[in-house]
């Protein structure tokens, strides 16, 4: 069965991502956009645009309703939910198929069972793969959950069944504080996925997270292409993934493979997921421990496509349509490294505070080894309606060090004026020892973050001077001319 007519049930630079992959198919791509996204770059490089009116996501892109009437309007065969907002909604992909068109991602089941996170780490158990120690309290009472909490041990991690993201999760360190974060979970997961149900793990303190990219086709064949480090987080959401892992030793990385194929195949799994888990130790010494299972694209897959060759939005296309994957395991490698940087319109030294306004001027970096997925351009309007993510850069290198270097080259060159942006802090992480020396974990980011936040004051007068120059009303640059003109010759009154 072929796609012809794809509805992409999203926006920003996913919707873009999809819009490219739909033409070099020769699929016809609709794109759907809130009010607030009326002019947005996914609407204008899509064949068709259907609005679905209302601003905020509640009223636009989580409304399954709307969604499939833009599909029948369209002609539409196929739905694409990129990441977010319904992507992992079970009811959105059965509402799909009972309309008679192609969900691409795994079947409203699957979705249903691996996206509860309590289901999943019982298939897990059930499929030989290790789990963190803890479990489901046989009463979601606030005092069942507590003695949960001290027969586990101290310090736990309270943590929702539902959604992710951060969100419904509670250290607690001591008996004491049980309560208290039980109750402040429950209230965060209610308001985040409307299901307030909890389950207990311990807390495995500077942990790493690794997750494994799993593809299953309709005909029973399961394939891993290696992991993604994403250790590099801020309050639990990630910032920078690279591959391969500077954690794990060969053995690990062909052991967390297997169980991460072992799962897919115990869960029936069919398209694009990954695999999520908790790494303590180094090399092959480590010891991994399953977390989640994340039913969709993920954010960082083009950093597996950059070390692996292979197209994941094609691959899930092609599954889609019924075919059976082309490679064999071991047809599959990793080559060189890779590195994705998650760029924000958010302001570090204000707490990461979400900008919003108008792009003054979009400049992305390019070369060898560069590439930049975004959903914005000059002009844009940045709202505060959606996540102020405006591109991803991911950076190839032979080597890792190579691709480290290669990374800060490109954040120098990046240029985004008229909304703050996190590029700054991005360049810092990367230059600070502790990441050149692969010894980061989860919380790192978080207890490092006086010295990572800080910009250079350098860096902050190149950006004066690049905003001078790009602000002119004639377009001239002094005796360089706009294109090519250096932010140190135009910059006047500083010294270093």
Same mark, same amino acid.
């Given at each position: 069965?072929?796609?012809?007519?794809?509805?992409?049930?999203? !926006?920003?630079?996913?919707?873009?991502?999809?819009? !490219?992959?739909? /033409?070099? /198919?020769?699929?016809?791509?609709?794109?759907? &956009?809130?009010?607030?996204?009326?002019?947005?770059?996914?609407?204008?490089?899509?064949?068709?645009?259907?609005?679905?009116?209302?601003?905020?996501?509640?009223?636009?892109?989580?409304?399954?309703?709307?969604?499939?009437?833009?599909?029948?309007?369209?002609?539409?065969?196929?739905?694409?939910?990129?990441?977010?907002?319904?992507?992992?909604?079970?009811?959105?992909?059965?509402?799909?198929?009972?309309?008679?068109?192609? &969900?691409?991602?795994?079947?409203?089941?699957?979705?249903?069972?691996?996206?509860?996170?309590?289901?999943? /780490?019982?298939?897990?158990?059930?499929?030989?793969?290790?789990?963190?120690?803890?479990?489901?309290?046989?009463?979601?009472?606030?005092?069942?959950?507590?003695? *949960?909490?001290?027969?586990?041990?101290?310090?736990?991690?309270?943590?929702?069944?539902?959604?992710?993201?951060?969100?419904?999760?509670?250290?607690?360190?001591? #008996?004491?504080?049980?309560?208290?974060?039980?109750?402040?979970?429950?209230?965060?997961?209610?308001?985040?996925?409307?299901?307030?149900?909890?389950?207990?793990?311990?807390?495995?303190?500077?942990?790493?997270?690794?997750?494994?990219?799993?593809?299953?086709?309709?005909?029973?064949?399961?394939?891993?292409?290696?992991?993604?480090?994403?250790?590099?987080?801020?309050?639990?959401?990630?910032?920078?993934?690279?591959?391969?892992?500077?954690?794990?030793?060969?053995?690990?990385?062909?052991?967390?493979?297997?169980?991460?194929?072992?799962?897919?195949?115990?869960?029936?799994?069919?398209? #694009?997921?990954?695999?999520?888990?908790?790494?303590?130790?180094?090399?092959?010494?480590?010891?991994?421990?399953?977390?989640?299972?994340?039913?969709?694209?993920?954010?960082?897959?083009?950093?597996?496509?950059?070390?692996?060759?292979?197209?994941?939005?094609?691959?899930?296309?092609?599954?889609?349509?019924?075919?059976?994957?082309p490679w064999t395991q071991n047809a599959i490698a990793q080559r060189g490294h890779a590195i994705e940087c998650r760029i924000y319109a958010e302001a570090p030294e204000q707490g990461f505070l979400p900008q919003a306004g108008r792009i003054l001027y979009w400049h992305p970096p390019s070369g060898p080894g560069v590439?930049?997925?975004?959903?914005?351009?000059?002009?844009?309007?940045?709202?505060?309606?959606?996540?102020?993510?405006?591109?991803?850069?991911?950076?190839?290198?032979?080597?890792?060090?190579?691709?480290?270097?290669? #990374?800060?080259?490109?954040?120098?060159?990046?240029?985004? *004026?008229?909304?703050?942006? +996190?590029?700054?802090?991005?360049? +810092?992480?990367?230059?600070?020892?502790?990441?050149?020396?692969?010894?980061?974990?989860?919380?790192?980011?978080?207890?490092?973050?006086?010295?990572?936040? $800080?910009?250079?004051? $350098?860096?902050?007068?190149?950006?004066?001077?690049?905003?001078?120059?790009?602000?002119?009303?004639?377009?001239?640059?002094?005796?360089?001319?706009?294109?090519?003109?250096?932010?140190?010759?135009?910059?006047?009154?500083?010294?270093?």
């Amino acid at each position: 069965m072929s796609i012809t007519r794809l509805l992409i049930a999203n !926006r920003g630079e996913i919707a873009c991502r999809i819009v !490219r992959a739909c /033409r070099d /198919r020769g699929i016809e791509s609709v794109a759907v &956009f809130s009010d607030a996204d009326r002019d947005a770059l996914h609407t204008r490089m899509a064949d068709q645009a259907v609005g679905l009116g209302g601003t905020t996501a509640a009223d636009s892109y989580l409304r399954i309703d709307r969604l499939l009437d833009a599909a029948r309007e369209s002609g539409a065969d196929a739905i694409h939910p990129g990441y977010g907002f319904l992507s992992e909604r079970s009811a959105f992909a059965a509402a799909v198929v009972d309309a008679g068109l192609t &969900f691409v991602g795994p079947p409203a089941d699957v979705i249903g069972r691996m996206g509860s996170k309590t289901e999943a /780490r019982a298939l897990a158990e059930t499929a030989g793969v290790p789990v963190v120690p803890g479990g489901v309290a046989p009463a979601q009472d606030d005092k069942t959950l507590a003695a *949960l909490a001290a027969s586990v041990g101290f310090p736990a991690l309270i943590k929702a069944s539902a959604g992710g993201g951060g969100k419904g999760m509670r250290i607690v360190r001591h #008996a004491g504080e049980a309560l208290d974060g039980i109750g402040a979970a429950r209230r965060e997961a209610r308001a985040a996925f409307g299901d307030g149900t909890l389950y207990v793990e311990r807390l495995i303190e500077e942990s790493r997270h690794v997750e494994i990219q799993v593809l299953a086709d309709t005909h029973g064949n399961a394939v891993h292409l290696f992991e993604r480090d994403c250790s590099v987080q801020r309050r639990h959401q990630k910032i920078i993934e690279e591959s391969p892992s500077p954690a794990i030793g060969p053995a690990v990385r062909e052991r967390m493979g297997q169980a991460a194929v072992a799962l897919a195949k115990a869960s029936q799994y069919v398209n #694009a997921g990954t695999i999520e888990f908790l790494v303590e130790g180094e090399g092959d010494a480590a010891r991994f421990y399953f977390l989640e299972m994340n039913t969709r694209l993920q954010v960082e897959h083009p950093v597996t496509e950059a070390v692996t060759g292979v197209d994941l939005v094609q691959a899930q296309l092609d599954i889609a349509e019924g075919e059976a994957l082309p490679w064999t395991q071991n047809a599959i490698a990793q080559r060189g490294h890779a590195i994705e940087c998650r760029i924000y319109a958010e302001a570090p030294e204000q707490g990461f505070l979400p900008q919003a306004g108008r792009i003054l001027y979009w400049h992305p970096p390019s070369g060898p080894g560069v590439r930049v997925d975004s959903g914005v351009e000059t002009g844009t309007e940045v709202t505060v309606h959606y996540d102020p993510l405006l591109a991803k850069l991911i950076v190839t290198g032979a080597t890792r060090e190579a691709a480290i270097r290669r #990374a800060l080259r490109a954040l120098e060159e990046f240029v985004v *004026l008229g909304v703050r942006t +996190n590029i700054t802090f991005l360049a +810092n992480v990367l230059r600070s020892e502790t990441f050149a020396a692969g010894r980061v974990h989860t919380r790192w980011v978080d207890t490092a973050m006086e010295s990572l936040a $800080a910009p250079p004051p $350098a860096e902050l007068a190149a950006a004066a001077a690049q905003a001078a120059r790009a602000l002119r009303q004639d377009g001239s640059s002094g005796p360089h001319g706009a294109a090519g003109a250096d932010a140190w010759r135009d910059l006047t009154g500083w010294r270093l």
